[in-house]
């Protein structure tokens, strides 16, 4: 069951993102990389998450200059071998407006209990996915 | 449906990887974060994946140090939040062996049609990982 990828539109990859409730973010953590699972909304175009991200990045995300990070979903079937993933690239920076913060934390519940986690949004500069999809079909 | 983290130990690490078909791999390319799903196989402690990894990481992954690399997997069920998500970090490095690359290459058939694939081999440094676990029920 060997697929092909058929790319997806930016528009696409932020109807997908959206309609997905979790999804990864990628950075870099003491020049090592890392990823960690969180869940997710989608507000103007921009990924928010809640999180401790905690070492080196807790410092760079404060910033007004913010940290450059991927944010990926996927939802693939492991046994058709279909599905789909997006990944933003973006500037995450720590959301500090407080009517902001305010109304995030009511629409973004963590899934985790955590003490003192941040709101962090990340405004895709680039935004790529593709659909696994059956060859056959797509010659269709 | 707030959960507690329960971390797992080296060797859940290890079955849990080995037990599920896919995951991501995560790397810098050209100073960013970049992520992408592949599917894997775990043989001898050591994730082995096969990709086309490009960009800068082609021949960083092709050098005898290697490059350092997160590999990470999750099944997280969105709607009880419950699951467990493991990371393994160490040191990608390409198979060049032509019988271990004839025997990977048996055993691992990319869900992906592609040209000129490599072999890499992921020797796990770091793994470390969690289960999402009901703090009532982790009490009991």
Redesign the interface.
């Known amino acids: 069951?060997?697929?092909?990828?058929a790319e997806l539109t930016v528009d696409e990859c932020l109807t997908l993102l959206a309609g997905?409730?979790?999804g990864?973010v990628?950075?870099?953590d003491r020049a090592?990389?890392?990823?960690r699972?969180v869940?997710h909304i989608v507000d103007a175009g921009a990924v928010i998450i809640r999180s401790r991200l905690g070492g080196s990045v807790a410092s760079t995300v404060g910033s007004a200059r913010g940290v450059?990070?991927?944010y990926?979903a996927?939802q693939?079937d492991?046994h058709e071998?279909t599905g789909w993933?997006v990944?933003a690239?973006g500037t995450a920076r720590l959301v500090t407006d407080p009517a902001d913060k305010a109304r995030y934390e009511r629409l973004l519940?963590?899934?985790?209990?955590m003490d003192a986690d941040c709101v962090i949004r990340i405004e895709p500069q680039l935004l790529t996915g593709y659909r696994?999809v059956d060859?056959a079909a797509a010659a269709r």
Chains 1, 2 share one sequence.
């Open positions: 069951m060997s697929r092909v990828l997905t409730p979790m990864r990628v950075f870099t090592l990389p890392a990823i699972p869940n450059v990070v991927a990926q996927d693939i492991p071998h993933s990944v690239t519940r963590p899934w985790v209990s696994l060859p």
